[in-house]
């Protein structure tokens, strides 16, 4: 079984609508969202019959105020300052428990994270796998964990070849949960400077695994000059060039409509998005 | 005044938002919390004078001192230390630094030394103070390396707080403190859906904000009727404009040899001022 996972960097390049054009063109695979704090593919991809599992991770401190003697040693020692005035802020609170286990009044009591919740779905494109990080929480890496646990258990029980990993942005915790293990990334950019920025960034992330990395150029026409710094970039760090989309404002219209690329007739993003899969699609099945 | 320009979803306009208004205001700093992909500086090109490393305190264990009982290890929220049978293994990756081991040992074996996580650099461009992060790549914690960027604001400034994208704890770090959060969203199925997120964890905080449309076409009521149902000012609209993409592909901004355009982020400023002061009435 192979793993693709779609990741960018940069925010807002493509990935989620790029993603959901892979799930109407490829065959036999599980599609998994693995940006849990903004979940946005399952708005393309309709899932139905969906099955909701809590997600619990982690704790949060709570201080009895009828217990409490007002010493403020918790509120000395936290280092995340989460308690101020004999109250422990929740959303500041990293759950390590330091206050619980000094409180000299026994007046700290540790409660359990609600942090989210997860999906398992039909759609029309086979099984799709996501979830939701409540706002605000952490461990978005272990949640991500989670669902590719899930996703690996659904392709080897329906006997799937394929895994398709619909990324978050930036290279922090859920990134790397994100493409632990996987057989390749692909990065979808664009030609900008920002974009081209923070290619690098993350190419070196993938790099730092030993992950196989694929680039995607999305809007590639909207500025040529940054397109050819980033072809040079590939071709330097010898990194696969896998194609490039044209930008069309058609796409923007499709997509609120719940459209992805692939599926816009007689469009020129739609062969582009087809091209991009099928080079990606020959290389991976090699290995 | 701290505002921090905030979005659930990443690439809606944040980093043209923040810079754009702090290039438009004067005694203003700016601050680049998303430090995983800092975009900030390529719009400013700041001339750096300070840059430190910023670090995170983890366990060292003095084998000689350490009689094995495994305290340290069951006190680990984190299962970052491991008890073995000759030994305490330390997992620095996931030890958060928050110090419960090497108070709690009953031994005094265990002592914090420092890991790097990431660099920070501080500078000017033109009048703008300016700050940011860079995360070391392959390191998963971002949060404590927002908390010290933000240790660099300045007193008796405007700081404008550049968050990184998404609702979780990135975004919490960067947007905690601040006085005014402004969501910047764009009319999508996908902008609307993270919008609604970032609602939800901004008023957990209580923190007063509003919402800027940016990538604004003819029709944006996917977000204005949103907004209207939940009485969210939506307080600026940012065109859809194929040249702003071309001069943002260069990191060019918007203001650059634009009054017209500098009047409308001092307008914004006004405008955030007011229902900053209206929602503390």
Redesign the interface.
């Known amino acids: 079984m192979k793993q693709i996972a779609v990741i ?6 493509g990935k ?1 609508s790029i993603s959901a054009s892979f799930a109407v063109l490829a065959k036999n695979k599980v599609m998994v969202d693995c940006d ?5 593919l399952y ?1 393309l991809l309709n899932p139905q019959n969906i099955v909701t599992n809590p997600f619990s991770s ?2 949060t401190a709570v201080i009895a105020k009828d217990k409490c003697v007002q010493c403020g040693i918790c509120g000395n ?1 936290c ?2 300052n989460a308690i101020r005035e004999f109250t422990i802020d929740s ?2 609170c ?5 206050c619980y ?2 409180c000299p009044a026994g007046a700290v009591y540790m409660t359990e994270n609600d942090s989210g919740t997860w999906m398992v779905s039909d759609s029309q494109y086979g099984k799709f796998v996501y979830a939701r ?1 409540n ?4 461990n ?2 272990k949640l991500v964990a989670k669902i590719r646990q899930e996703s690996i258990k659904i392709a080897e029980a329906e006997k799937k070849g394929l895994i398709i990993i619909d990324g ?9 949960s994100s493409i632990t293990g996987v057989d390749a990334v692909l990065i979808v950019t ?6 081209l ?2 290619l690098e ?2 190419s ?2 993938a790099s ?2 030993g992950i196989k990395t694929y680039v995607c150029v999305n809007k590639w026409d ?2 040529k000059e ?1 397109y050819s710094q980033i072809e040079n970039y590939c071709v330097k760090n010898d990194i696969d060039l896998t194609g490039k989309i044209v930008f069309d ?1 058609k796409v ?1 219209k499709a ?2 409509k ?1 459209i992805t690329m692939a599926e816009i007739k007689n469009s020129q993003v739609s062969e582009n998005v087809r091209d991009v899969w099928d080079n990606l699609y020959n290389k991976i099945k090699e290995y | 005044m701290k505002i921090a320009i905030a979005s ?5 306009g944040k ?1 043209t938002v923040a810079v754009n208004l702090a290039l438009s205001l004067v005694d203003v700093q700016y601050i680049d919390c ?1 430090v ?2 800092p ?1 900030g500086y ?1 719009f400013f090109n700041p001339e750096i004078k300070k840059a430190y490393n910023a670090h995170v305190l983890i366990p060292e264990i003095n084998i000689d001192k350490c009689v094995l009982c495994g305290k340290c290890s069951s ?1 680990c ?2 299962k970052a230390l491991a008890k073995l049978p000759t030994t305490i293994l330390v997992f620095k990756e996931l030890c ?5 081991c090497s ?2 040992c009953p031994e005094k074996a265990i002592t914090e030394t420092k890991r790097e996580i990431g660099i920070i650099e501080t500078g000017s461009c033109e009048n703008i103070v300016f700050a940011h992060g860079k ?1 070391n ?6 949060p404590p390396l927002i908390r010290e960027v933000l240790r660099n604001q300045s007193d008796g400034l405007t700081v404008i707080i550049d968050s ?9 770090s960067a947007v ?1 403190d601040a006085d005014y959060v402004l969501l910047v969203t764009e009319p ?3 902008g609307l ?2 919008l609604q ?2 609602v ?2 901004i008023s ?2 209580s923190i007063p904000f509003s919402v800027l449309i940016n990538k604004s ?1 003819d029709d944006d009521t ?1 977000i204005e009727n949103f907004c209207n149902v939940k009485n969210i000012p939506v307080l600026m609209k940012l065109p ?1 404009d ?1 040249d702003i ?2 001069l ?4 060019i901004p918007m203001v650059h040899n634009n009054t017209q355009m500098k009047k409308r982020f001092i307008k914004l400023f006004e405008d955030i001022h007011n229902h900053y002061r209206e929602s503390k009435l």
């Open positions: 960018s960097g940069k925010g807002g390049t989620t849990v704090d903004a979940a946005d708005l982690g704790r020692l280092r995340f959303i500041s990293e759950g390590c428990g330091f286990r000094i990080l706002p605000g929480e952490e978005s890496g978050p942005p930036g290279i922090g915790c859920p990134v790397i664009e030609p900008t400077m920002s974009g920025h923070d960034r993350v070196r992330l730092h695994f909207i500025n940054k404002p923007h997509l609120n719940g | 659930g979803k990443g690439g809606t980093t998303d995983e992909e975009n390529l006190v929220e984190y958060h630094g928050c110090g419960a108070y709690l995360l790549v392959g390191e998963p914690m971002a990184p994208p998404g609702t979780s704890c990135p975004m919490v905690k999508t199925v996908f859906n993270d997120i970032a939800e964890v957990k905080m076409n996917i859809f194929p993409a071309k943002y592909s260069r990191a």
